[in-house]
């Protein structure tokens, strides 16, 4: 059972466009969410994460939105740049205080950004 | 800082044989990890550990082995490595709260 799932396996956005990466989870106990972003060949790189206690988080370019009733985050991407495309892996983990122990991948979104 | 080290990048066994799967961290990390990332999958959890001498099994663990001798080390062993065990291996470290620093990865072929 996929408890943390991107439904999208791909992803296709014009350079300056806002970009829309949208993950759903199932297990009532996570409480910490993370994105990371993997190049080819490469391992994957942290972005940004969100507390259950928060909304939303920002840094520069990166939003990440978490509407917990629905289950839901999403990580936006504004401008999109040629640099961005990559795979997109969104991450949770529960009851360990905002570490990563134990993190559940979903299976990615691959994203290109077109210019 | 070299960050995460993963050795050898690329590995072909038999099934059969087995193998060590190097990981070192120069960041002082207390805590590291396995993942294996399968096509069409995202990464699995094999094993971690929170410091020296403390090992856990993830959401994958048969067929692997761990120990955590110092800080700095922690080798994923296949003890008789099997065709269900072709991936692309990480290992990652972090502080007890922070983000994960992944290695760049072993792809391992078992044919």
């Known amino acids: 059972d996929q408890q943390v799932k991107q439904n999208s396996p791909s992803l296709s956005v014009q350079e300056g466009r806002i970009s829309i990466l949208n993950c759903d989870y199932t297990?009532?106990?996570?409480?910490?969410f993370l994105w990371y972003k993997k190049y080819p060949a490469e391992g994957p790189t942290f972005l940004i994460s969100?507390?259950?206690?928060?909304d939303k988080n920002e840094d520069g370019r990166f939003t990440v939105f978490l509407n917990k009733s629905a289950k839901h985050l999403s990580l936006h991407i504004v401008p999109s740049q040629p640099g961005d495309s990559a795979v997109y892996f969104c991450?949770?983990?529960?009851?360990?205080?905002?570490?990563?122990?134990?993190?559940?991948f979903g299976k990615g979104t691959l994203l290109t950004v077109n210019p | 800082n070299a960050g995460v080290t993963q050795t050898p990048k690329f590995q072909v066994l038999k099934t059969g044989q087995s193998m060590t799967l190097q990981c070192a961290q120069d960041?002082?990390?207390?805590?590291m990890s396995w993942y294996r990332q399968d096509p069409g999958m995202g990464l699995r959890l094999i094993h971690y550990?929170?410091?020296?001498?403390?090992?856990d099994q993830g959401e994958v663990p048969n067929g692997y082995n761990v120990s955590r001798s110092t800080t700095e080390d922690f080798p994923l062993r296949l003890l008789s490595a099997a065709p269900s065990q072709t991936s692309v291996y990480f290992c990652?470290?972090?502080?007890?709260?922070?983000?994960?620093?992944f290695g760049n990865g072993t792809r391992l072929t078992v044919t």
């Open positions: 550990s929170v410091g020296a001498g403390i090992t």
């Open positions: 990652a470290s972090s502080l007890l709260t922070g983000a994960l620093h």
């Open positions: 969100i507390s259950s206690i928060k």
């Open positions: 991450a949770a983990s529960g009851g360990s205080g905002g570490s990563n122990y134990k993190l559940t």
């Open positions: 297990n009532s106990m996570f409480d910490y």
């Open positions: 960041m002082n990390h207390e805590y």
